[in-house]
């Protein structure tokens, strides 16, 4: 069974840091494409960044670029995101998700997490 | 980093017909711009309904289509049930980045 399964989330002061996880189960995870994917109270979806296959490349959005740090560990299965400098802002769901792409780079298939609830309040 | 539009609300009779739109402030949406649509109820995690513009998940009921339409990105819905009232969102890729736009929430009325 496919699971992607988020961890990290809970209550941070606006200024602090938390570091999100994404554990990853029954597919090949270092085939995948990662993506993070956020979702404020209320709110419409918002897509954070992005990490190839072997970490090599990351793509963030401009409202996270420099404060939000993707990386992943092919070995254990787990994607990370390093969150500084927290703006109520980014109070959100956050979404950790999977996207295959097939030999020609076309789309195929994609998982989503069920999310991990970060609060930044004081 | 570009602006993606969707229309806020649209309600639909039941076994009527909607388009939804996805538009770009770059631009017209093209098939370059690989367009994604979601389909997300309350309480539940998106999923994908079209990819790549036309393409269909193969959970994907044949009253959805995609399309490009007038410059835009387009989903039109024909023949409307009950469950397919939800919020649609569609992403678009650009250059290594993707935007959502803001969400269309569908209503069956």
């Known amino acids: 069974e496919v699971q992607l399964v988020e961890s990290g989330g809970g209550l941070a002061q606006p200024g602090g840091s938390l570091r999100l996880s994404c554990a990853a189960s029954?597919?090949?995870?270092?085939?995948?494409?990662m993506h993070w994917v956020r979702q404020g109270p209320g709110k419409g979806l918002v897509w954070v960044s992005r990490?190839?296959?072997?970490?090599?490349?990351?793509n963030y959005a401009d409202s996270v670029k420099g404060r939000f740090t993707l990386s992943r560990d092919n070995a254990k299965n787990t994607l990370y995101l390093q969150i500084n400098g927290l703006r109520v802002e980014d109070t959100a769901v956050y979404y950790c998700?999977?996207?295959?792409?097939?030999?020609?780079?076309?789309?195929?298939?994609?998982?989503w997490g069920q999310g991990t609830l970060v609060s930044v309040s004081s | 980093q570009a602006v993606v539009t969707q229309e806020p609300s649209l309600t639909v009779s039941p076994g009527g017909t909607v388009t939804l739109t996805c538009g770009s402030s770059?631009?017209?949406?093209?098939?370059?711009?690989?367009p994604y649509w979601f389909q997300q109820k309350p309480g539940q995690a998106p999923r994908t309904l079209i990819y790549?513009?036309?393409n269909k998940k193969s959970w994907t009921p044949a009253r959805f289509s995609g399309s490009l339409l007038g410059g835009k990105a387009a989903l039109t819905l024909s023949g409307a049930q009950p469950e397919d009232e939800a919020e649609y969102y569609c992403?678009?890729?650009?250059?290594?980045?993707?935007?959502f736009g803001g969400g269309t929430k569908v209503t069956v009325l």
């Open positions: 990490i190839s296959r072997d970490g090599g490349t990351t």
């Open positions: 790549d513009t036309d």
């Open positions: 998700v999977a996207f295959y792409y097939d030999s020609s780079g076309r789309y195929n298939h994609d998982y």
């Open positions: 029954g597919f090949t995870f270092s085939s995948y494409w």
């Open positions: 992403l678009l890729s650009y250059s290594g980045t993707s935007v």
């Open positions: 770059t631009g017209a949406v093209t098939s370059g711009h690989y």
